[in-house]
């Protein structure tokens, strides 16, 4: 059978390639290896009820957004996956600089006596450092060809590859701060840091990864505080509104505040599998950072005091709760915002002359599309058939497909099919790159209403310990409880259920009750989830 | 003396500064730092005639582009200089993504095995690799709060911190690779890479650097390195009509190539002081890795070949050649096309009053100058003087400052002041957005032309060795001359002049001649400088 052949069938009948995958092929196609790629692509994924977690894993790998490397523990970002990521760090980069920001780039090595300095933060991150000790390699005279590390070029001292940089910046913003007129800073840095992390999965948990790191320094406590506060919203912003994730603003309890932080603020977001992802944290890190390392300036009154500070990040994370939380059975979902490819144009044809007249009515639509600053792809390649064409853009998450065949020609009309809710209507040629646009920010809306109602559906009130382990066991999602405001109550919970306080919300209303174990009195709910 | 008749009396006796600043103000500023600062920034440069390379240095910092930090050989961007960065980012990642390359991302580390897979490269940077050995940090037991590397938690195999990232990426190639249909692969990478020199200097040679490397794969020979030879034009572009730096394209001699390639191409620019700085790679690899990492893919003959390979790279270094090939004495000159700001608006003012009216005059320049996309300022600051104001935008190297005072009011008029020219005008306010959308190109064109002038002044024919050397030692910059073609006389000559030859210019006149040393016959000029 040619692989013309089987393309033909599949293209009509999408539901039998996993089972013809299974069974017949695996024999025939040893030989035809770009055949067997193309079948495996083609094979369906495992749906999130099966398996979710294995769905996530799959639909990375599948979608081309990134694989793991040679290297254990870190992820190639593949081009796909790169783009998107391209997309969300120019819409925080944008409101970085719209709240007055600056960019800037600071070492990635921290020397081991400036990682120690502030002590909280290096307990924290000490357990999963990349430590550099050397700085030369030299052939190794037993083995021809092969390199060994040289003994003589050892490091006076070691150098922590960095897992986040508060350090190296503080260290540095010592030299740049001596008066109140020189606060504050406000400084971002886009960069990759390293947490020697025992077990990864791409994009939610990667011993490399990038992100980006804000660091302020304020002369008062107050100023600070609105920093952070601040640096949340905009992070909500972009969740929401742009990756079309709706987020619980809130704080985290004492437990689990970022090393170093006074107060470390939140977004959380839920999965459709139920279970909570921290898509942004924002840290009032009080003056720890700069009595660590010295930081003081003279205010107005002629004292000399410490410097007040915060930092804020988002990471390659960002990707994982982006897929997990609007992702299906067929593939990717993408928020148009986030999209490399807005709308693709598949053209159903016979013949070099039937595609020449569908590829000039299609050039039309491209071009007005693309006046209005659509990302669109008009794919006449005719090695691959209509139907395999479908089941590609559908996986790799494209918003709106417009297919156009002969009748289309006929009546001036297309076929546009919304990847969210895999609908299909035929529209009229006239007013169509109109009639786009406003369907790609009815998307836009669409996935992020959806996620919100999903969200909703699946924050449940308990008030009692024996009901939240039954909603946590049977249903899932985020149970909103009282809480006593101990350790040992969050500890014990997290112990016998995996559930940890995601965090007290933000707009919480005040509300009298017993916590969940000690039956203490409580005045709010907090939210309780399982957790990536 | 207080700080604003300090100011005042500086305002308009500038060279006043250095010999007021030397002798009586040492114990009068002692606590007072911030006016310290003030006068220290205003301190004359070194001149580039006293101490070019000190002139260099000072003027990297003072115009606060970037710092050394507390890492050895590392350094920290500050925002001003992260802003120029990144404007030379936006425009070559544009041009990558014009000749169809996309963007990802690879591991920062490199397993030794895969280092050292192909040879030469591995040969090429072994020297100079910062190697992580260990994942984790514990308290050191006899040092209470001190942190120790871990000894149990020792890397089974050394991990490379990457110096250039062929070895990583040819190792994922090869599963992305079965088909001539998979190729080519068109891949850039925006990263940091670090290698271990002894001797740095800001921005033109760091242990940590910020570059973009392209890795490219290709089904043929031929493609391979139209590939090469595109990406060099890509380079020289920038390097010309962005940067405002003329280059000269060519290739390297063998002992110049990059470690692991077959032939090198570059573009080499000439500095101020006549030395010469490699602003761009671009490098034809073979099949050297695809043979290292086995790279094998099916032609459309049906046989197995090696895939072909290119990388090409520009860093950090780049602004070392802006900084170095157009400032002068003053400052900064940056060419329009890079500056953060490009115009700033100095109001001349005596009281809230006047400054208002100056206001609503330039608010209404400001508007216009944005719509035109034109980024500007309006310094309205009132704790610096006007002159202090020139001043600190020289040094910065904005391109335009436009001067606006009571007369100018009353005349409908604006001073305009080049930076590039050092020139003043009196231009009327009607059309003015328009006139300095005309002059920011005329200064981008001016600069570029200046510094070609000089260039090409500073290339001179030598026919004789002893001619070479006294050309070199009395006039420096490019020397045109004929070599036989063996490492032999080119290490010679290093040996002896420390000049290397730059390139062999792919633009070359065929022409008959003797080498320099041996006096055997060549038919064509190469170019020797001493270089960055």
């Known amino acids: 059978m040619s692989e013309k052949c089987i393309s033909i069938i599949f293209a009509q009948k999408p539901k039998l390639y996993h089972i013809y995958y299974m069974s017949v092929c695996n024999s025939l196609l040893a030989f035809d290896l770009k055949l067997k790629e193309k079948l495996n692509f083609m094979t369906k994924l495992t749906t999130r009820a099966e ?5 996530y894993n799959e639909l990375v790998v599948k979608a081309d957004l990134a694989e793991n490397s040679g290297v254990r523990g870190c992820m190639v970002i593949k081009p796909y996956g790169y783009a998107i990521w391209e997309k969300m760090r120019d819409e925080l980069d944008r409101r970085f600089k719209e709240t007055g920001h600056q960019n800037a780039y600071f070492p990635l090595f921290v020397p ?13 991150f000490a357990k999963e450092c990349a430590v ?5 390699l030299k052939n190794d005279a037993e083995n021809p060809g092969k390199l060994i590390v040289d003994p003589e070029a050892r490091l006076e001292e070691e150098l922590i590859v960095r897992p986040t940089s508060e350090a190296i910046i503080w260290n540095t913003y010592k030299n740049w701060i001596q008066s109140y007129r020189d606060l504050p800073i406000l400084i971002n840095q886009w960069a990759n840091v390293v947490r020697w992390e025992m077990r990864t999965r791409l994009f939610l948990r990667t011993a490399e990864f990038l992100w980006q790191e804000g660091h302020t320094a304020h002369s008062t406590r107050e100023e600070a505080m609105e920093e952070t506060e601040k640096m949340l919203e905009v992070y909500a912003d972009v969740a929401e509104n742009v990756l079309a994730v709706p987020v619980i603003r809130g704080v985290k309890t004492p437990s689990e505040r970022f090393a170093g932080a006074d107060e470390t603020y939140c977004i959380e977001a839920m999965m459709q599998d139920g279970k909570a992802l921290q898509a942004g944290t924002s ?15 003279t205010n107005k009154e002629g004292q000399l005091e410490y410097a007040w500070a915060t930092s804020w990040g988002v990471s390659t994370r960002l990707m994982g709760a ?12 993408l928020p148009p915002k986030l999209a490399p490819i807005q709308v693709v144009i598949v ?15 299609a050039d039309k639509i491209v071009a007005e599309l693309k006046q209005k600053g659509i990302s669109v792809k008009f794919d006449d390649d005719d090695q691959n058939k209509p139907g395999w064409k479908f089941a590609e853009y559908e996986l790799k998450g494209v918003p709106v497909r417009i297919a156009m065949g002969a009748r289309d020609l006929e009546n001036q009309t297309v076929e546009v099919a919304r990847r969210d809710t895999l609908t299909k209507e035929v529209k009229p040629l006239e007013n169509i790159a109109e009639y786009i646009s406003q369907l790609l920010d009815e998307i836009q809306d669409n996935i992020f209403r959806k996620a919100l109602k999903f969200r909703d559906e699946n924050i449940t009130e308990v008030d009692t310990y024996e009901e939240f382990k039954k909603v946590l066991e049977e249903k899932g999602g985020f149970i909103s409880a009282h809480w006593d405001g101990t350790a040992e109550e969050e500890e014990q919970i997290k112990e016998e259920t995996k559930a940890t306080i995601r965090c007290i919300p933000l707009d919480n209303d005040l509300e009298e009750g017993v916590s969940l174990i000690s039956g203490k009195p409580s005045n709010q709910r907090v939210i309780f989830a399982k957790a990536y």
Chains 1, 2 share one sequence.
Do not use: C
């Open 51 to 55: 398996d979710y977690s294995k769905w």
């Open 322 to 333: 982006l897929i997990m939380a609007h992702s299906d059975d067929n593939g990717l979902v």
């Open 132 to 136: 550099v000790t050397h700085y030369r």
């Open 112 to 124: 081991k006596s400036l990682f120690e300095a502030e002590e909280k933060n290096a307990e924290g």
């Open 347 to 361: 053209p159903i044809f016979k013949g070099e002359e039937q595609l020449n007249l569908i590829r000039k009515v």
């Open 283 to 297: 840290h009032f890190l009080g003056q720890n950072f700069a009595k660590a390392f010295d930081v003081k300036f």
